[in-house]
């Protein structure tokens, strides 16, 4: 059969040669052939403004151009489409004999697929295996080390009172045959050692097992091995707790810094620093302050003992430096780690609060507002004295975030002694403008002339000056005193404003307001005096003066001319 040939259609040209759409130019044939191809959604877009006819008309025209063109393909290629039943001759043979070893291959795959999945399970049923034994494994070393460590820890107890104060028993317990070629042999001594810090050293020790003791024991809670050992370890702790407690005593007695050392770390160790200082609170500071401020509260109240604190605290301090230095001194020594301790706060300023508040209750009272500033600030200054004890300034925030401090800043109740001020001041200044207005100098011999001529302004003028004096102020609440000012200054200006008002606007009747009748009953050149002073003080032009000047002669009494400058 020949080859069908056909020549390509020729695409229409226009007048000039360029080709002619075949569609408008609102019909995209592309559009069919995108994959989220929607045909309502492409008609309903297209129906606003092309008409369906036209639509469908473009529709049978893009079908027909499309079976011309599957024609032409078939046309093409029609040569091999028809020879290609001839081509596939012998191909069901091929494929059969294909398919038997696809399938045994298939079978083979199959197995290793199950194969595999069985030693996946087996391996990772052994590594839960593995891992549950590794676990138990560890937590059996664990329970055997707890033990071990009690044990331990135990006998290290039990040999604390065989030591000695001579050399030869120092050097029995240092070959002693319990600890020979032992983990847990004490450091050997030379005799010049004495036995507190023997002791001292092996509670050391003793506090580090427990540390890890307690270490293991929180890894291994709710077992019934370890709720065995509660008991030994309880009881072990109550002797390490007892023995630690007369070491450190006795090395504060007899001010062995090394003793002491070794002590506070044996406490850092178990996390006990309150206990060490409540020790040195009740065993150094408490029977020192007790001395200085008697913890007597009836002595109190019958004035044995007064109520100023200035020269207690003078004396706590020297006590301080003499007693109390070398303890502070090394619980502030570099790279020691007792840092968690806090003697300052939790000890000495524990105790003076303590005998304050035992000891002179009515010391702390605002009642007494001079008494109560001056102990106040003279507490400041002792813990101004205490701060210098502090190397930088984290220590000195923690000092500050202590308990025991903010209990001792308690003590002072600064807001009420500041109510009780503003009482006396405001007080003062409110009686003074609601009693009879008397210039000064008018009923009362003046030694020294004054400023001002009215009363109630030298009472308003004390009364800022008072909020502002050192047997006053108190610098933490400077901002009320600094209020109190302007309502003072505020209230003079209302009550001297609504004087000259009335002054001013007075027809001789009645009807005035009655705290402002003092304005009626002074002459008017007390106001061209008291008005003039304020001009000269103000820096007024001159010609405005002169012109006061002559008012005044007009007015004013002759003993008082003598006395305005103008």
Request: some cysteine.
């Amino acid at each position: 059969m020949a080859d069908l040939v056909v020549a390509p259609p020729q695409q229409p040209t226009d007048l000039f040669g360029e080709p002619i759409e075949a569609h408008p130019p609102w019909f995209k044939p592309e559009a069919f052939l995108r994959a989220d191809f929607d045909p309502d959604a492409y008609v309903a877009d297209l129906r606003s403004y092309v008409p369906l006819d036209s639509l469908a008309a473009e529709l049978r025209s893009h079908l027909a151009a499309l079976r011309a063109e599957l024609v032409g393909l078939i046309n093409r290629d029609y040569a091999d489409f028809v020879g290609l039943s001839a081509r596939l001759k012998g191909v069901d043979a091929a494929a059969a004999r294909m398919r038997a070893p696809l399938a045994d291959l298939r079978d083979k795959v199959a197995a290793f697929r199950a194969a595999t999945a069985a030693a996946l399970a087996a391996l990772r049923a052994g590594l839960e295996q593995r891992a549950s034994a590794t676990a138990a494994r560890e937590l059996l070393e664990l329970l055997l080390d707890t033990s071990h460590v009690v044990s331990k820890v135990e006998k290290l107890i039990k040999e604390l009172p065989i030591a000695q104060p001579d050399s030869s028993n120092v050097q029995a317990i240092s070959g002693n045959k319990g600890y020979s070629g032992n983990a847990i042999t004490p450091p050997i001594v030379d005799a010049g050692i004495d036995v507190r810090e023997t002791q001292s050293i092996l509670l050391e020790r003793i506090a580090s097992e427990m540390n890890r003791l307690k270490f293991y024991t929180s890894h291994a809670q709710n077992l019934p091995f370890i709720e065995n050992l509660e008991k030994r370890v309880q009881g072990a702790t109550k002797l390490l707790d007892g023995s630690l407690e007369r070491c450190f005593v006795d090395g504060l007695e007899h001010r062995d810094g090394k003793v002491v050392y070794n002590c506070l770390r044996a406490y850092a160790a178990i996390d006990n620093t309150s206990s060490a200082e409540e020790i040195f609170r009740t065993t150094v500071v408490s029977p020192l302050i007790q001395k200085i401020v008697p913890q007597n509260y009836a002595k109190a109240v019958a004035g044995v003992s007064s109520d100023d604190l200035e020269d207690d605290y003078e004396q706590i301090m020297q006590f301080v430096e003499k007693d109390c230095k070398f303890i502070l001194e090394i619980s502030s020594s570099a790279n020691s780690g007792l840092h968690v301790f806090d003697f300052l706060a939790n000890s000495i300023l524990k105790e003076v609060h303590l005998a304050v508040q035992k000891g002179k209750p009515g010391a702390t009272s605002p009642g007494k507002p001079k008494q109560f500033l001056k102990n106040y600030k003279a507490s400041l200054r002792f813990l101004d004295f205490l701060e210098g004890y502090c190397l930088s300034k984290p220590a000195v925030a923690k000092f500050r975030s202590e308990p025991a401090y903010a209990d001792f800043m308690r003590l002072w109740h600064v807001a009420v002694y500041f109510t009780l001020k503003f009482q006396d001041i405001a007080g003062g200044l409110d009686s003074a403008l609601t009693a009879t207005i008397t210039p000064v100098g008018m009923h009362e011999n003046q030694t020294k002339p004054k400023i001002l001529l009215l009363k109630q302004s030298i009472k308003l003028l004390e009364s800022l000056q008072a909020c502002w004096s050192d047997e006053v102020l108190v610098f933490s609440h400077s901002d009320k005193f600094l209020r109190l000012s302007l309502q003072l200054i505020s209230r003079y200006t209302t009550w001297l404003s609504s004087g000259l008002a009335t002054r001013k606007s007075s027809d001789g009747s009645s009807n005035s307001p009655a705290d402002a009748e003092w304005a009626l009953s002074i002459p008017v050149e007390d106001f061209i005096y008291e008005y003039a002073r304020n001009l000269r003080s103000l820096g007024i032009d001159a010609r405005e003066i002169e012109s006061f000047r002559a008012l005044w002669q007009c007015v004013a009494p002759r003993d008082k001319q003598d006395n305005i400058q103008f």
